[in-house]
């Protein structure tokens, strides 16, 4: 057996975030090793794929959708709801989790079909074309009032058997498949791929969920540009922040998923990863994001970046319901290579102990201790029980995962193109894509395509492909497993999307959940990360500590 040099660097991942400007023991350049005879960058620093933390937008609104595109269907249908009827039901619906939205629909206060002309009422109101727009949905269910009429009339009759999805209009993230729309991964060259249901979206409508619309995101879950903002697509034009408009980062790339959440334009959405991009914009928006372990949540038919790595999971006010939507989707796909068939019910959405915490131990990084918030959250964490063990880092890096990023959407995007995508699309490869933008660039490609053009030029081949999957699994797993069997732990304790490249890797779960804001305003999330399948236990953990902080409040302007 060859012998695999590594040349380890500590490092502090920002995945989705822009490194460099926040932490200042980021190294300044890739260090450089081989694997047989391959020269490997250590990619520990992610700021080339990072979201950019940027205050000059080259686009804001679209210039290939507008806002009477959008609402042109469902105007005429929602012609009866009026701004009274807006106001009159504000107090039922807004900050309201799942199951307060169903006791309220329970007692009358409102039907289905009102709760889902509510959200769209409030998206057409704030959401484009005004000075508080938020550019975070791209396009409408031109048949969901008739779906919500369908859930009404079939309400009784479905007792107490109901999921408690029952109803709940949901946003998806633009690049997973909806029959309802086209799926276009925020792309031009994608505009009219209309598809099949994707499978999350199958086990969704199963459980009687509305499919509301789609939600802007960074393009091609932002593996496109590379010097780009954050929640930037051609389609959607730039989605901004709602706690701080053009001046706070969206994080990304499920960035509409988050706004929309964040600006009470939904239950609940559904946003996708591959390391950060649901813990990213969650955090930055003030909300909960559940990152699943890889092979809980099916993929397919979801435009990919990476088979190895990708997932989709649930973007939420509040924990509990990020368990409900995670239990609505979660099941064996056997056209996923990755989806895992448990055959168990794992109770994600019974409410947990208030005592979850009580004797639980958690990892909690020394560099990260100098952050104000995280320390309060700390304390919040002991108060209910946990205890918290400070603790270094390992030394290990991430060789090679851009590269890894590459290689795997340069295959994987063609599958999905032959699988799942409409067959009158002509472009089928990343080629094909940069082919089709370089056309019409100003309007397709504002700020380049600069990762696309990695991806076209790398030429690793499957066996040096493996040789990464395997350097990278090994080391994301020892980053969280050496700790964690040296001082017993439960679990690991970040910030945001800090350590998501190595849980990415590793194919371990995270969720997280807001913990407060900065001077400035901004928000940041408490990530809890844990072994493989644990999403029960990582819902446990941060529901007690959301009760005990409450630290989520909602964005001041669009109350």
């Known amino acids: 057996m060859r012998h695999i040099y590594f040349l380890f660097i500590f490092v502090f991942i920002f995945s989705c975030k822009d490194s460099k400007s926040n932490d200042p023991q980021t190294p300044t350049e890739a260090s450089k090793t081989k694997i047989d005879n391959t020269e490997v960058e250590d990619d520990s620093d992610l700021s080339a794929i990072s979201t950019k933390d940027f205050r000059e937008f080259k686009v804001l609104d679209s210039r290939n959708l507008t806002k009477a595109d959008i609402w042109a269907d469902i105007n005429p249908q929602i012609e009866d709801f009026t701004e009274s009827d807006y106001n009159r039901l504000k107090p039922y619906i807004l900050e309201k989790d799942i199951t307060e939205l169903q006791v309220n629909r329970t007692r009358n206060k409102f039907t289905y079909e009102e709760l889902t002309k509510f959200y769209l009422y409030r998206i057409r109101k704030f959401d484009r074309e005004n000075p508080l727009s938020l550019n975070s949905v791209i396009a409408v269910n031109p048949s969901v009032i008739e779906s919500a009429k369908q859930k009404d009339q079939n309400f009784k009759d479905r007792g107490i058997n109901k999921h408690p999805i029952y109803g709940m209009p949901i946003l998806l993230k633009d690049n997973v498949n909806t029959s309802d729309m086209p799926t276009t991964a925020g792309a031009v060259a994608l505009k009219n791929n209309r598809t099949d249901d994707a499978f999350i979206v199958k086990q969704l409508k199963s459980k ?95 435009v990919p970046i990476s088979s190895t790595l990708d997932t989709a999971g649930p973007i939420t006010r509040s924990v509990r319901d990020a368990g409900i939507v995670l239990s609505a989707i979660y099941g064996y796909d056997n056209s996923d290579t990755k989806s895992v068939n448990l055959n168990t019910s794992f ?44 603790i270094e880092e390992e030394k290990l890096g991430l060789p090679n995962f851009i590269r890894l990023l590459n290689l795997d959407m340069k ?28 056309k019409d660039s100003l309007n397709t490609m504002p700020y380049g395509q600069k990762l696309f053009q990695g991806i076209a030029d790398d030429t690793g081949d499957e066996k040096f492909l493996e040789r990464i999957k395997d350097t990278l699994k090994t080391n994301g797993r020892q980053y969280f497993d050496i700790p964690m069997k040296a001082h017993n732990l439960d679990g690991f304790l970040s910030i945001n999307n800090y350590h998501a490249g190595f849980a990415a890797v590793a194919e371990y779960p995270a969720l997280t ?4 804001y900065t001077k400035k305003g901004e928000p940041k999330g408490l990530t809890f990360i844990a072994k493989p399948f644990q999403e029960k236990q990582l819902l446990e953990w941060a529901y007690v500590y959301e009760q005990a902080s409450k630290a989520r409040k909602a964005p001041k302007d669009y109350n």
């Open 347 to 390: 109770g994600y959405f019974e409410k947990p102990s208030m005592d979850a915490l009580k004797g639980k131990r958690f990892g909690a990084p020394k560099r990260l201790i100098e952050d104000t918030l995280y320390v309060n959250a700390l304390e919040v964490l002991k108060q209910q029980g946990a205890e918290i063990v400070e």
């Open 513 to 516: 959940v807001p913990m407060g």
């Open 208 to 302: 009687d969920g509305l499919i509301l619309g789609k939600a802007n995101l960074s393009e091609w879950a932002y593996f496109f540009c590379g010097n780009c903002p954050s929640g930037y697509s051609a389609i959607g034009g730039q989605t901004l922040n709602p706690y701080g408009r053009r001046i706070m980062d969206t994080g990304g790339s499920s960035s509409g998923s988050g706004v929309a959440v964040a600006a009470n334009f939904c239950a609940a959405a559904i946003g996708s990863e591959t390391a950060g991009s649901i813990l990213s914009p969650a955090s930055q928006n003030s909300v909960v994001g559940l990152k699943p372990t890889i092979g809980l949540v099916s993929r397919s038919g979801i």
């Open 411 to 438: 295959k994987d995007l063609p599958t999905y193109m032959e699988s799942y995508a409409n067959k009158n699309i002509k472009e089928r490869t990343v080629s094909d894509m940069m082919a089709y933008n370089i």
